[in-house]
């Protein structure tokens, strides 16, 4: 059953009735459908359109359906309807009488889906940021409970000390800024675009205040063309989405990395690995592997949205309804591996007496030394050379700097004196100096 066909003289192709079939996607948002259309019956009764009994009758009809459908007593019929917008409609209809045929009055399915969409996006969104809250909850928890020393990297070569905690933190700050992303992008799609019709507006005395405070939107859309044709807040969205797959794919990585033998510096709960069918002995990282996957599809995403939309003339074009099949899966995939991310934190275990021993192999303390010589009156380049060549004597003998004599130290450079050996402790090195009083610092 569909909205449409006087002017048709013959019914659609079967095969084109399938290709144009929106509603496997679009039913998972019949939530949105509904309560827009309630919205949109109850301006038409205040604004006079429809008579006060008739707009009551069309909104507990409405009521009717949407509780039947979240019960699971009514099930949408994937075969009977184009689209989610038909279903609502034409469901109605069949309980209400001819009445049912009145919603649609002053509104197109262009103005109808696009106000689905935003408060579809809005209710993921806000999601999101429960999840992105939970996750950053979880660094601090696990960081706070495990504040030991461990090797810093660059280029996945130890460099100098930092804590598990601080290493945890920078996490923390990614995951605020994604936050900050998807309220940009709730506050971007923050206008209500019922109104505008099918691209110019309607005839009807319509009240575009009372669908806008019913439906908590900041304020009505400016211009009817570009309140149907805009999908940015979408791409806003997985544009979010992306970047939050990118984090957790970068958090997975090294997840992977410090519970593999080379490393040993935590242990993934049992729940979130699994086994190999020919090697019994074997414990893989599944969980965090599949989040760093996903980081791809999600960026996939974003690319099939932006692509859909690069070359659309105004206002509404069939092409727009592709935009489910990027933004819906999208959304479930950051969900997902917003929830598995933080039920793996939660569970694992940090080795700390691993992280250490790793952090006294590497000359961790070479830029603590020449920081030394620095404060001693030596110019940086100089020191920068003197400990490099320390460095390169200590891989000769095999021995760590720490390890070296006064005596040695002093053929390298006569400012080195007796207090250089405790400027060169690991557990001392985060306190030289003002690391821990420089905004930022570890």
Known sequence: MKLWGGRFNKEEDLLMKTFDNSLPLGKRYYEEDIIGSIAHAQMLGEAGILTTQESRKIVSGLESILKELQSGELVIDEEAFEDIHSFTELTLTQRIGELGKKLH???????????DTKLYC?????????????????????????????PGYTHLQRAQVVTFQYHLGAYVEMFKRDRARVENALAIMDENPLGAGALAGTTHPIDREITTDYLHFRTPSANFMDAVSDRDYIIELLSACSLIAVHLSRLSEELILWCSQEFKFITIDDAYATGSSMMPQKKNPDAAELVRGHAGLAIGSLVSMLTIMKGLPLTYNKDMQLDKEAFISAFDRT?????????????????????????????LN?????????????????????????????????????ELSLETFQQYSEHIDEDIFEYLEYESSLNQGNKREIRGGS
Request: aromatic share 4%; with cysteine.
């Open 105 to 115: 009055t002053a509104r197109s399915r262009n103005d109808q889906v696009a106000v």
């Open 122 to 150: 809005r209710k993921r969104g806000l999601h999101f940021i429960e999840l992105l809250e939970q996750l950053i909850a979880a660094l601090q928890e696990k960081g706070a409970a495990n504040p030991v020393l461990m």
């Open 366 to 402: 070479a830029t603590d030394l020449a920081d030394y010589l620095v404060k001693k009156g030596v110019a940086f380049r100089d020191a920068h050379d003197i400990v490099g060549c320390i460095v390169l004597y200590c891989e000769e003998k095999q021995c760590s700097i720490e």
């Open 335 to 363: 969900d997902q591996t917003l929830t598995i991310m933080q039920r793996m934190l939660v569970t694992l275990k940090v080795h700390p007496e691993k992280m250490q021993q790793a952090m006294k192999d590497g000359f």
